[in-house]
């Protein structure tokens, strides 16, 4: 999604934006220059995640539990008990047998750790084989995020930039080498959101070339929305992984039932509400809601379909009559789950509140070990799970200009990005209330949504090259350069799509009020911007290269090591 140029320099010239035009712009760019740009960063951060993938050659963390239990899901088919020392016996015998009796009772759903099991197929039970597919996922997210940011902001740059902020946050980079599960939520969470934005404009040119053959009625066309059954999917598969990814189903179904209802009212159909009720709200609810809901049992299918698990107990002799034997024992072991999170609350050293992650109080500490020999008296090695404070701390500014942006200027941007971040943070505010136990990196699903606030922040900072003027300008106030109508790579895509019709914008009376073409000069404010942007984009790079070492399990002298720790709750 893109922003055309409808202010021409020869304003003469100018004419109103075709139904197309007005409801999803075309990129700007070929297909050669929308993929280059991209995936250059996607193979940095790629390179990032898996130079010394398999260092330290340990079991870090929660991968206790997760690489075990992948491993058992290859084996068995569900999560088996293991014996003591297993970690030790398979760091030192990837081969080693570490099985104990019976099933294991787990807190979350297989699909996570078959993704893990995938790399432990390939690559074996090593470090390496089980960070795999983590570091695979958290690459192919930077290159998922530049697309999705390209598409809202209408620029490859922005789009570039998103993608390098992802690959140079810490916390998605350490728990993007890791097998831990937050990564897979974040990683079908952005799937799930890319799928739904590319839907928007699929699903508005679809719109606009219906109205225009005139084959539509009071309420508007139907339209298919194929991408939603991808985005149905992945949101199911978030939730196969954890369940916090049921918040981001019901947020982004809400989200996408909005969507159709600007669509119909930007397009001049009499009646969207009815249109978007009728036509569009019943299927939303299957190809998202439902098809997630089937996504979701079928990564049960190895519990479902083996007999042995936890629960599950003898199966049919019939293999067609085992989903239906299994449902209602699934749905016990689903109420045990249940009662473990909710009485989770067992004290831990690293753990922090939702109010804590966005200023990073409180870290977690993946590894940590006092070396021998680093030149020193004394050394350290660690992975501190703490994203790159810059981008952290800037994000956390650039979320507060986003929300004004979404309630001032109605920018459908900004309401995704508002809604996708508070999906995965408020929500786990009732269980903090509960003292339920959590920690940082449960925030891993909300960076994407953190970085598109920051670059949805630098487009309307370093602004449009051209624009469009007119009552709604004036009667705001608002000088042409401050205006929110960019019409080139470099600036952020149209605000008010969903506001007006054709031709024209509210103004803030509520009247609809003609556009005037009329150029705007780049001028200083955009020299300014984008220095400004680019010296940001610097700053998170410094930042990330200073606390690398402390990410990655390098060894450094105890006092290089405390100069990153900048504050006691770091430790």
Same mark, same amino acid.
């Given at each position: ?8 320099? #020869? ?69 088996? #008990?293991?014996?003591? #020392? ?256 909710? #009485? ?70 900004? !309401? ?93 009376? !509520? ?61």
């Amino acid at each position: 999604m893109a922003t055309t140029d409808l202010a021409p320099a #020869n304003a003469s010239r100018w004419r109103p934006p075709s139904p197309r035009e007005w409801l999803a712009p075309a990129v700007p760019g070929g297909v050669p220059a929308g993929w280059l740009g991209p995936l250059l960063v996607t193979l940095f951060a790629g390179f990032l995640r898996f130079y010394r993938l398999g260092q330290p050659k340990a079991v870090v963390f929660d991968e206790t539990y997760y690489a075990k239990d992948a491993l058992a899901l290859l084996k068995f088919g569900w999560e088996h #008990n293991t014996i003591d #020392n297993a970690d030790k016996l398979l760091i030192a015998d990837p081969h080693a047998n570490i099985w104990g009796q019976g099933p294991s009772f787990v807190a979350h759903p297989p699909f996570g750790k078959w993704m893990i099991a995938m790399g432990e197929w390939a690559f074996g039970a090593t470090p390496f084989g089980w960070r795999f597919v983590p570091a695979l996922v958290g690459t192919l997210s930077v290159l998922i995020l530049c697309r999705v940011a390209r598409r809202m902001t209408g620029s490859t740059l922005l789009g570039c930039a998103a993608g390098l902020l992802l690959a140079l946050d810490g916390l998605e980079f350490v728990t993007s080498r890791a097998a831990l599960l937050d990564i897979f939520v974040m990683f079908w969470v952005l799937a799930g959101f890319a799928c739904l934005v590319n839907d928007r404009d699929r699903s508005r040119w679809n719109l606009a070339d219906k109205i225009e053959a005139g084959r539509t009625s009071v309420y508007g066309p139907f339209l298919a929305h194929g991408w939603r059954w991808g985005a149905g999917i992945c949101l199911g598969l978030a939730c196969a992984t954890k369940w916090t990814g049921v918040f981001y189903v019901a947020a982004f179904g809400l989200m996408a039932v909005l969507w159709d209802y600007g669509a119909r009212r930007a397009a001049g159909v009499r009646d969207p509400i009815a249109g978007t009720l009728l036509l569009d709200a019943g299927p939303a609810f299957v190809q998202i809601v439902v098809v997630a809901l089937v996504s979701y049992l079928a990564t049960w299918s190895g519990w479902i379909f083996k007999p042995g698990g936890w629960g599950r107990g003898h199966a049919s002799s019939h293999w067609w009559w085992r989903p239906f034997e299994a449902m209602p024992r699934l749905w016990d072991y689903h109420r045990q789950m249940l009662d473990f999170h909710n #009485n989770l609350d067992a004290k831990h050293p690293y753990q922090s509140w939702p109010w804590d992650w966005p200023v990073l109080r409180r870290p977690v500490a993946f590894f940590y070990t006092e070396p021998k020999t680093c030149g020193a008296p004394r050394c350290s090695r660690e992975i501190l799970g703490i994203g790159t404070p810059a981008l952290w701390w800037g994000a956390l500014a650039a979320l507060v200009v986003v929300l004004f942006i979404w309630l001032i200027l109605r920018d459908w941007r900004a !309401g995704a990005i508002v809604l996708g971040f508070l999906a995965g943070w408020l929500t786990w505010f009732p269980s903090a209330f509960r003292d339920r136990t959590m920690f940082l990196f449960y925030a891993t699903p909300l960076i994407p949504f953190m970085v598109l606030a920051v670059v949805l922040v630098l487009g309307y900072l370093i602004g449009p090259a051209s624009g469009l003027v007119g009552a709604h300008a004036a009667a705001s106030g608002r000088p042409a350069e401050d205006g929110v109508r960019p019409a080139d790579e470099d600036g952020a895509r149209p605000a008010y799509e969903d506001d007006a019709f054709p031709g024209e914008m509210h103004g803030p009376s !509520g009247a609809r009020v003609a556009l005037v073409p009329a150029p705007v000069p780049p001028g200083v404010r955009r020299l300014v911007g984008a220095a400004a942007a680019g010296a940001f984009l610097l700053v998170v790079l410094a930042n990330f290269a200073y606390f690398y070492p402390i990410l990655a399990a390098e060894t450094l002298t105890y006092d290089d090591w405390h100069a990153r720790i900048w504050f006691k709750s770091w430790i």
